[in-house]
C-alpha cells in the first residue's frame, strides 16, 4: 500500500474523529443553552397545572401577586393549551393571572369533541380562574384564537357584566353589539385575509374604532403584519397589542420589557439535537443493500402523479365513508389515508422495493426515538401538547402504517443522491405536498382543516429529509419518519364525536 495514501487516510479519519467531537460538544452546549432559556422565561411566574371535570388546566401568574386581573386564554381548533402560551407568559409578566386550558377533544382533554359543550368548558375554566388566591374576581377578561375567538366572543356578549375585555385573534364569527362584549379588540394577520374580512365585519357590527374603555364600547381592528393563521400566536405585535388592551380597559401602567422568546429557544434545541444526530449518524455502519438503479421519470413522475391518484380516490371514498370523522379523529386520519394512498401509487410507479432487515429496523426506531425527543421534549412545554393521552396513542400505529408507503416511497426515489438533489427534492416534496392538499380540498372542502398542516410542510420535511441524507437507506428514514409523522398526527387533530 502506497505510505503517503496511507498518512492521508489517517489524517482524514483524525479530523473526521475531531469533526465529530466538536460536534457533540457544539450539540450538547445548544441542547443546554435552550433548557436554561426556556427555565429561565418560567422563573418569578407562579404555575400550576391541574384538572377540573376531566379538562386539563394551566394557570400563570405574577409571584406573589395580590388581586390581579384574570384573564382566560382560549386555543383553536385542533391547537391546545400550549398553544396559546406566548400570550400567557407575556400577559403573566405584565402583572395579570391567566388561565389555559385544552377544550374537549383537544390536546390532552380525554372528552369527544362536542361543539355545543365547548361554552361550558369555558364556563369550568372561569370556576377555576376565579378559585386562585391571586385573582381580582371583579376584573375579568376574555382573549381567544380562531374557534376559541367565537367562544369568547359569545361569553362576553352572554355575561356582559362579567368581563371588562374581550381579545378575538383571526376571529370567527359572533352576534355583537355596540354595547357587547364590552371593550372589544380584534385582531388578524395580514396574510390571512378571510380572518381580516370576518373581523372588519365584526368591527362594523360593533359600532366602529372607538376607544371609550370606561363605557365597555372601545372597540379597535389590529392587523398584525407578515402573520398567517398559526404564526400569529408567536408574534410581538400580537402579543403587544393585547397588553395595550387589556392595560387600558384595568387603568393597568406597569409596564414590562418582555418578549417572548420561547419559540427561539425551542428552535436552539431542535438545532442542537439534529447536530448531535449527524455526529452520531457519521458512527454508524449500515451496509446498503442492492438498489436497482430508478430512472429519473419514474422518481418525478410518481411524485407529480402520486397526489391527484390521492385526492380522486378520497373524493370517490367519501360517497360511502364519512372521512371528516374517519378513525374516531377529525380530518387527521383523512390526512394519513391520503399519504397512504398516494405512497401506494408511488411505489407502484417506482416498481421496486428494497428488502428490509431486523438491523435497518433496529435504526429506524432509534431515528425516531431521537427525533421524537429532539421535536417533542421542549415542545410539550412551548407549544404543542406532544405527550400523547391513552386514546390518542391508540391512534398513532394505525396513523404512522398509512404514512409508511410514501415516507419509503420518497426514501427510494432519494437514496444515493448528492446534497444538492437533496435540496431540490426537499423543495419540491414540500410544493406537491401543498398543491395535493389543496387540490383535494377543492374536491372535499369538508377537510377545510387540513390547510392546518400547509405551513408545517416545508419545516417539516426538511427535519425528516435531513434523516434522510444522513442515514441514506430508505427503510430505516421511511420508519422513523412514518412514526414520526404519525406522531404529529396523533397528536394534532381533534378526537371526533
Request: hydrophobic share 60%; proline share 4%; net charge positive.
Given at each position: 500500500?502506497n505510505?503517503?495514501l496511507?498518512?492521508?487516510?489517517?489524517?482524514?479519519?483524525?479530523?473526521?474523529?475531531r469533526?465529530?467531537?466538536?460536534?457533540?460538544?457544539?450539540?450538547?452546549l445548544l441542547?443546554?443553552?435552550?433548557?436554561?432559556g426556556?427555565?429561565?422565561?418560567?422563573?418569578?411566574?407562579?404555575?400550576r397545572?391541574f384538572?377540573?371535570?376531566?379538562?386539563?388546566?394551566?394557570y400563570?401568574?405574577p409571584?406573589?401577586?395580590?388581586?390581579?386581573p384574570?384573564?382566560?386564554?382560549?386555543h383553536?381548533?385542533?391547537g391546545?393549551?400550549q398553544l396559546?402560551?406566548?400570550?400567557?407568559?407575556?400577559?403573566?409578566?405584565?402583572?395579570y393571572?391567566?388561565?389555559?386550558?385544552?377544550?374537549?377533544?383537544h390536546?390532552?382533554?380525554?372528552n369527544?369533541?362536542?361543539?355545543?359543550?365547548?361554552?361550558?368548558?369555558?364556563?369550568?375554566a372561569?370556576?377555576?380562574?376565579l378559585?386562585?388566591?391571586?385573582?381580582?374576581?371583579t376584573?375579568?377578561?376574555l382573549?381567544?384564537h380562531s374557534?376559541?375567538?367565537?367562544?369568547?366572543?359569545?361569553?362576553?356578549?352572554e355575561?356582559?357584566?362579567?368581563?371588562?375585555?374581550?381579545?378575538?385573534?383571526?376571529?370567527?364569527?359572533?352576534g355583537?353589539?355596540?354595547?357587547?362584549?364590552h371593550?372589544l379588540?380584534?385582531?388578524?394577520?395580514?396574510?390571512?385575509?378571510?380572518?381580516i374580512?370576518n373581523?372588519?365585519?365584526?368591527l362594523?357590527?360593533?359600532g366602529?374604532?372607538?376607544?371609550d374603555?370606561?363605557?365597555g364600547?372601545?372597540r379597535?381592528l389590529?392587523?398584525?403584519?407578515?402573520?398567517e393563521h398559526?404564526?400569529?400566536?408567536?408574534?410581538?405585535?400580537s402579543h403587544?397589542a393585547?397588553?395595550r388592551?387589556?392595560?387600558?380597559?384595568?387603568?393597568?401602567?406597569n409596564?414590562?420589557e418582555y418578549?417572548?422568546?420561547?419559540?427561539?429557544w425551542?428552535?436552539?434545541?431542535?438545532?442542537?439535537?439534529?447536530?448531535?444526530?449527524?455526529a452520531?449518524a457519521?458512527?454508524?455502519?449500515?451496509?446498503?443493500?442492492?438498489?436497482?438503479?430508478?430512472?429519473?421519470?419514474?422518481r418525478?413522475?410518481?411524485?407529480?402523479?402520486?397526489p391527484?391518484?390521492?385526492?380522486?380516490a378520497?373524493?370517490?371514498?367519501?360517497?360511502?365513508?364519512?372521512l371528516?370523522?374517519l378513525?374516531?379523529?377529525?380530518v387527521?386520519?383523512?390526512v394519513?389515508?391520503?399519504?397512504c394512498?398516494?405512497?401506494?401509487a408511488?411505489?407502484?410507479?417506482l416498481?421496486h422495493?428494497?428488502?428490509?432487515t431486523?438491523?435497518?429496523?433496529g435504526l429506524g426506531l432509534?431515528?425516531?426515538?431521537?427525533?421524537?425527543?429532539?421535536?417533542g421534549?421542549?415542545?410539550?412545554?412551548?407549544?404543542?401538547q406532544?405527550?400523547?393521552?391513552p386514546?390518542?396513542?391508540q391512534?398513532?400505529?394505525?396513523?404512522?402504517?398509512a404514512?409508511l408507503?410514501?415516507?419509503?416511497a420518497?426514501?427510494?426515489?432519494?437514496?444515493?443522491?448528492?446534497?444538492?438533489?437533496?435540496?431540490?427534492?426537499?423543495?419540491?416534496q414540500s410544493?406537491?405536498?401543498?398543491?395535493?392538499?389543496?387540490?383535494t380540498?377543492?374536491?372535499?372542502?369538508?377537510?377545510g382543516?387540513?390547510?392546518?398542516?400547509?405551513?408545517?410542510?416545508?419545516?417539516?420535511?426538511?427535519?425528516?429529509?435531513?434523516?434522510?441524507?444522513?442515514?441514506?437507506?430508505?427503510?430505516?428514514?421511511?420508519?422513523?419518519?412514518a412514526?414520526?409523522f404519525?406522531?404529529?398526527?396523533?397528536?394534532?387533530?381533534?378526537?371526533?364525536?
Open positions: 500500500m505510505p503517503h496511507s498518512y492521508i487516510t489517517q489524517l482524514g479519519a483524525i479530523r473526521l474523529k469533526l465529530r467531537q466538536w460536534l457533540l460538544f457544539l450539540s450538547i441542547i443546554g443553552l435552550s433548557w436554561w426556556i427555565i429561565a422565561a418560567r422563573s418569578g411566574l407562579t404555575i397545572t384538572e377540573r371535570e376531566s379538562i386539563p388546566l394551566l400563570l401568574a409571584q406573589q401577586a395580590k388581586a390581579v384574570g384573564v382566560l386564554i382560549a383553536g381548533y385542533a391546545s393549551k396559546m402560551l406566548g400570550y400567557a407568559h407575556v400577559l403573566a409578566r405584565a402583572g393571572a391567566t388561565m389555559l386550558w385544552d377544550f374537549d377533544g390536546g390532552a382533554n380525554p369527544r369533541l362536542q361543539r355545543f359543550e365547548l361554552q361550558q368548558n369555558l364556563n369550568v372561569l370556576k377555576a380562574l378559585e386562585q388566591p391571586e385573582v381580582d374576581r376584573r375579568l377578561a382573549l381567544g374557534m376559541g375567538s367565537g367562544i369568547v366572543m359569545a361569553a362576553g356578549i355575561h356582559v357584566h362579567t368581563f371588562a375585555a374581550t381579545i378575538a385573534v383571526s376571529p370567527t364569527g359572533a355583537v353589539t355596540a354595547q357587547a362584549p371593550n379588540q380584534l385582531q388578524a394577520g395580514s396574510w390571512e385575509g378571510r380572518f374580512a373581523a372588519q365585519r365584526l362594523a357590527a360593533s366602529g374604532t372607538n376607544f374603555f370606561a363605557a364600547t372601545a379597535e389590529v392587523v398584525v403584519p407578515n402573520a398559526i404564526t400569529i400566536l408567536f408574534n410581538d405585535v403587544q393585547a397588553l388592551w387589556l392595560n387600558a380597559t384595568f387603568n393597568q401602567f409596564r414590562t418578549a417572548d422568546r420561547r419559540m427561539g425551542y428552535g436552539l434545541h431542535l438545532f442542537g439535537w439534529l447536530l448531535l444526530l449527524t452520531v457519521s458512527k454508524i455502519v449500515l451496509p446498503k443493500p442492492y438498489l436497482k438503479k430508478v430512472h429519473s421519470a419514474k418525478w413522475g410518481g411524485l407529480l402523479l402520486a391527484f391518484v390521492a385526492a380522486i378520497l373524493t370517490f371514498l367519501n360517497r360511502s365513508v364519512e371528516a370523522s378513525g374516531g379523529v377529525q387527521g386520519a383523512a394519513g389515508l391520503w399519504f394512498i398516494a405512497g401506494v408511488w411505489l407502484a410507479l416498481a422495493l428494497p428488502r428490509p431486523w438491523r435497518m429496523a432509534v431515528l425516531f426515538a431521537l427525533l421524537w425527543v429532539a421535536f421534549a421542549v415542545a410539550q412545554v412551548v407549544w404543542l406532544w405527550w400523547l393521552i386514546t390518542r396513542l391512534l398513532w400505529l394505525p396513523l404512522s402504517i404514512c408507503p410514501w415516507f419509503l420518497s426514501g427510494i426515489a432519494q437514496q444515493g443522491i448528492g446534497a444538492k438533489a437533496r435540496v431540490g427534492w426537499w423543495f419540491a410544493a406537491i405536498l401543498i398543491g395535493g392538499f389543496v387540490l380540498l377543492n374536491f372535499l372542502p369538508q377537510l382543516f387540513m390547510f392546518l398542516l400547509l405551513p408545517l410542510f416545508p419545516p417539516l420535511i426538511a427535519v425528516l429529509s435531513f434523516v434522510v441524507a444522513l442515514v441514506d437507506e430508505a427503510w430505516s428514514s421511511a420508519l422513523a419518519s412514526l414520526f404519525g406522531w404529529i398526527l396523533a397528536a394534532g387533530f381533534p378526537l371526533a364525536s
